[in-house]
């Protein structure tokens, strides 16, 4: 019997609030994991390590779970959406084939990744033209152990997307929560205490990581018994091409977003390792933007999805009012605290005083599109939640390739600030085009149709609502 979380009735911000509140809480939690790994790597100078190399070397590292993340998100997105959509709809039976098919599909990405990880690591370094031989030194440390097990990422995040379209994002979080503190006593331990340095964060990420999977595990297995997701014959091509349909343009447009990432990278790396460790700290820093933005985009792609599946199309309407009401007053609080304390912010991770230079003006120029950056976000939780994934990825894959000429112009005469305003350009533009879109779509939202699964289910249990 599955579980779910029905938001398709009752107070409609309470509702949100309450889909909403574990996955925001979810990625606190994340933004705590990366921030207490930086933390940590950025204090390797009482073992012998260099801390600007490290913090570059595992900063660049990202860029592969970054990458990665493209393909998560092709089963995460298309699973969440359609095991959303069933839930709308009662349809017991199809909730259970997209999950069993989501979670194969991850399955089978990443250990296919984990292999191309291992196999062409150097080839991925040398994209980046890095002429520090340490920052090589120390990023081979870490690949191995990060890139070679990625595929526990993967099967992890395939629970997360079944939880969410079920609206049970509370356990999501009980569990994440359990990885974090894992993670969290394990790094100074084994990064200072045993000198393992960044192949001691690596461990400590991947421990974590696997401790969330067998609990995801037990506890699904628990609420279905018969679960035996690996069998051939539960495969299902329709289930497959639907989840596929929705989560490979999301997948993509990640995937174009971190390659054009990449190319930023290259150009960062011209102008020297503190302008890099300078990024590198920042990004963590905006993820006080970007990963709540992202953590609140699952939740409205889940209310939209039971919704829409259900044919509730007025409360679609007013939960995207609503949910904006709280997210863009946020977005002006982050982007005044870029602007006027980011020195402040900065020294909490290093104490290098040219990299904290640099990082002042990366966060004071990002300041200005983290509004924008939220915008994005709501209407592509809105896009996905009706499953037209395709719009909001068209519109981000045009944006960051708007970046490539921007960059290569401006970065002649205002050197590293031009890729800051690059960044800013085309996150701003990517808003403004998104939050049009949805409005003229809220205005036709009952012209807009769903595709079916046409299985035949063996019984036709009743959803428990939670």
């Known amino acids: 019997m599955n579980r779910v979380f029905n938001v398709t009735e009752g107070p409609i911000l309470k509702k949100l609030l309450i889909l909403a509140f ?9 933004i705590a994991y990366n921030l207490t790994d930086i933390f940590w790597i950025g204090r390797v100078d009482e073992i012998g390590m260099v801390e600007t190399n490290a913090v570059a070397a595992v900063g660049t590292v990202s860029y592969i779970t970054w990458f990665a993340f493209g393909f998560i998100l092709i089963a995460k997105i298309g699973t969440s959406v359609k095991v959303s959509h069933a839930v709308g709809k009662k349809e017991t039976h199809n909730i259970n084939v997209f999950a069993t098919n989501g979670l194969m599909l991850q399955a089978v990405f990443g250990i296919l990744l984990s292999v191309l990880i291992l196999v062409f690591k150097n080839d991925f370094l040398s994209i980046f033209n890095i002429e520090t031989p340490q920052i090589i ?177 007025v409360r679609i309407k007013k939960g995207i009012l609503s949910i904006s009401y709280i997210l863009v007053p946020y977005a002006l609080i982050i982007s005044l605290l870029l ?12 104490s290098d005083d040219e990299t904290v230079a640099h990082g002042i003006v990366y966060l004071q120029i990002i300041s200005a599109s983290q509004i924008f950056m939220i915008l994005e976000s709501i209407g592509a939780g809105f896009f996905n939640g009706i499953g037209k994934s395709y719009i909001p990825s068209v519109v981000g894959i045009v944006g960051n390739f708007i970046r490539v000429p921007l960059v290569i112009y401006l970065t002649v005469s205002m ?44 019984r036709k249990p009743e959803l428990q609502n939670l």
Do not use: C
């Open 22 to 30: 574990p996955i925001l809480l979810t990625t606190l939690s994340q």
């Open 137 to 313: 030194e120390y990023a081979l440390m870490y690949i191995p152990i990060i890139g070679g097990l990625i595929f526990i990422q993967f099967i992890v995040n395939g629970f997360i997307a079944i939880n969410e379209g079920l609206g049970q994002t509370r356990i999501n979080l009980k569990i994440l929560a359990v990885g974090f503190v894992f993670n969290m006593i394990l790094d100074p331990i084994l990064i200072l205490v045993f000198r393992l340095g960044i192949q001691g964060a690596a461990i400590a990420t991947v421990s974590a990581q696997i401790v969330t999977l067998i609990i995801f595990f037990i506890i699904y297995k628990k609420h279905n018994p018969n679960l035996k997701v690996f069998h051939l014959k539960n495969i299902n091509l329709g289930a497959i091409k639907q989840i596929m349909s929705i989560g490979l343009p999301v997948g993509i447009q990640s995937m174009i977003f971190t390659a054009i990432s990449i190319f930023l990278a290259r150009k960062v790396f011209e102008f020297g390792p503190n302008v890099v460790a300078a990024q590198r700290i920042g990004v963590q820093i905006e993820q006080l933007t970007w990963m709540i933005a992202s953590g609140f985009q699952s939740a409205i792609t889940v209310f939209i999805g039971q919704n829409f599946g259900a044919k509730e199309n």
């Open 339 to 350: 602007l006027f304390i980011p020195e402040t912010l900065l020294r909490i991770f290093i």
């Open 415 to 458: 050197f590293e600030r031009g890729i800051w305003w690059t960044i800013n350009i085309s996150s701003i533009l990517k808003g403004l085009v998104l939050i049009l879109a949805l409005l003229f779509f809220i205005k036709h939202l009952d012209e807009v149709k769903i595709n079916r699964l046409k299985v035949k289910p063996k």
